[in-house]
């Protein structure tokens, strides 16, 4: 072998990704810094002059990668108690009606959801209510994972209907398992900086108020059994006119998602497959 041609090879190599590395940092620096926008301020002054306010920002500096396993219901190893009928689609989701009706204690108290599902659904601890309809009389729950929700995949979902009588009769279910963490943590962009992405794309109106952010998990590789969840940070905003919103945000590479899109499945995912074969070797 022919050593001062291959050291020269390994030089140019590295090289290239050194230039590379240093392509990714400058295109999150510079969506990410507290850059300038016109009129020479700098967000955090225009932030000030839109009178758009935030609570005390959280200080998570690192998170790992998640995988987990779509789980695959057996009614022979469920071991459900009060139901009428029990029905298993395609494998993974849970269709159980109760024999008798829950009444629950106060629909206006997010408690009181969490409550039902504690105690009546199979692994129920697992899982926060997210969004309560009233006039649908229905309940969606979102699992999650060491405390941190697991936004909006299809497969680590419960929703409870409920009649007039406020009493549940019916819930659905799907349900991850087999949780392991990335053995890196990443490096996590702080929220004030979440809060500089989304003013500088005129997500944030002016006399907004930021009521929370919160770290959690979203999609981002979505398999037939198994998924990838990447750290994201979740930014709930109500504005001049009591109207809320949330955005939700890469917090690794500072990209905002769209998190509805994740409760689609896509059967033909090929490249994200050979991704994950990759990412499980490592």
């Not at 001062?4 to 090879?9: N, V």
């Not at 008798?100 to 108290?109: H, I, Q």
């Not at 229905?138 to 929700?149: M, P, V």
């Not at 809320?244 to 689609?264: H, M, P, W, Y």
């Amino acid at each position: 072998m022919d050593w001062s041609r291959s050291k020269t090879i390994f030089i140019i190599v590295f090289l290239i990704l050194d230039v590379f590395l240093f392509s990714l940092y400058l295109n999150r620096h510079i969506e990410a810094q507290q850059v300038k926008v016109s009129g020479g301020k700098t967000i955090e002054s225009r932030l000030k002059d839109d009178q758009i306010t935030f609570n005390l920002l959280p200080n998570i500096e690192s998170a790992p990668y998640i995988s987990a396993k779509v789980k695959d219901f057996s009614a022979e190893n469920l071991q459900l108690k009060n139901y009428q009928q029990m029905t298993i689609e395609n494998n993974n989701k849970l269709i159980v009606t109760l024999d008798e009706p829950v009444k629950l204690r106060n629909v206006k108290e997010k408690s009181s959801f969490n409550e039902f599902v504690r105690n009546n659904v199979y692994n129920g601890s697992s899982y926060v209510v997210w969004k309560i309809n009233e006039d649908e009389r229905t309940a969606i729950f979102f699992q999650k994972f060491e405390d941190k929700t697991i936004y909006y995949n299809i497969h680590g979902i419960i929703t409870i209907y409920w009649n007039e009588d406020l009493e549940v009769t019916r819930y659905e279910q799907t349900m991850l398992n087999d949780f392991e963490k990335f053995e890196e943590e990443e490096n996590l962009l702080p929220p004030y900086q979440i809060i500089q992405i989304l003013y500088s794309r005129d997500l944030l109106k002016p006399r907004s108020h930021i009521t929370e952010i919160k770290l959690g998990y979203s999609t981002l590789v979505q398999l037939t059994q198994t998924q990838v969840f990447v750290p994201t940070w979740k930014v709930s905003v109500k504005d001049a006119d009591g109207a809320e919103e949330e955005f939700f945000v890469n917090a690794v590479e500072g990209k905002i998602i769209d998190v509805q899109s994740d409760l689609t499945v896509d059967e033909d995912e090929t490249d994200e497959l050979e991704l994950l074969r990759e990412l499980e070797e490592e």
